[in-house]
């Protein structure tokens, strides 16, 4: 990750899975709370077409960390499998090993949902139980790989374990409370903080356009903590956007009767997950 496209390749993996999620599950509840609309609304909260889209889901987050993986360790200078340099008696690049590292957590968690939702071998809980994990040790990870770096450097990577060790905690909870909306928009929203910033911090600190900042100077991390706001606030209109539009594509014209709130429909479970 020492390089621009190092953060713009997780930063785009992180935006595309939160706005995913924060379409998905947006699009789940409406239907879900608006069964009477139609055959399209009934298709889209029928068991099948949710188990499908995580199949699917869970794929997808198997082969990009995979990808991850591979780009960390034969991309450019990565250490080609190699862990220590015996010519030199030293680790060999540890840091493509722990980016390496997060990305085999992430892939365990894309197998872990598809064994949950194409078999009966494990319980339903497990996929959001290794999901945690993979977000705990990405912070984990991150959380080490800080020594010997620059003011704004370090604090530009620990205003990203906020965000990091938040998803840890909402999927975690998820755990024993599954199908809260609440805590599924809030972990769409906070992957959805994670990816930006990380596209953030491939602009200060490997600038395309090869403007260096000061790392040393102290209102440059006032800025970027304020940037850090900003950043929350973005992710959160867009957030608050999906179940907007997620309405107006389900309901009706016509439909006068049906009211919706995020508070009353973050209780009830999606349809195929009543059934297990």
Known sequence: MGS?????????????????????????YTTLRNKSLGSTSTRLASRSTQRRLEVIEGSVTLFFSVVGMLAEQFVADGP??????YSEHHWD?????????MYLFFGLAGAMSLIVHTTDAAPLALDRLMLA??????????????????????????????????????SFLEVF???????????????????????????????????????????NMMFITMCYCWHLVFNTLSLLSC???????????????TTLSLGSYGLTPPTYLQSQ
């Open 243 to 257: 179940p907007a539009h997620c309405i107006g594509a389900v309901l009706q014209p016509s439909t006068s009767e």
């Open 93 to 101: 690049r540890l840091h493509n090993w722990q980016h390496s590292t």
């Open 133 to 170: 994990i993979a977000f705990f040790i990405e912070g984990f990870l991150f959380l080490y790989h800080l020594h010997g770096r620059a003011m704004l450097d370090v604090h530009v990577h620990q205003l990203l374990l906020f965000c990091v060790f938040g998803e840890a905690m909402v």
């Open 177 to 219: 409370h599954r199908g809260n909306i609440l805590l599924e928009l809030l972990r769409a929203s906070l992957t959805i903080l994670q990816g930006s910033w990380f596209w953030q911090i491939g602009f200060v600190l490997y600038s395309p356009s090869g403007a260096e900042w000061d790392q040393m100077d102290h209102n």
């Open 80 to 85: 080609r499998l190699h862990l220590y340099d």
């Open 4 to 28: 621009f496209k190092g953060h713009a390749l997780p930063g785009s993996f992180f935006l595309i899975a939160g706005l995913w999620w924060a379409g998905k599950y947006s699009l789940w």
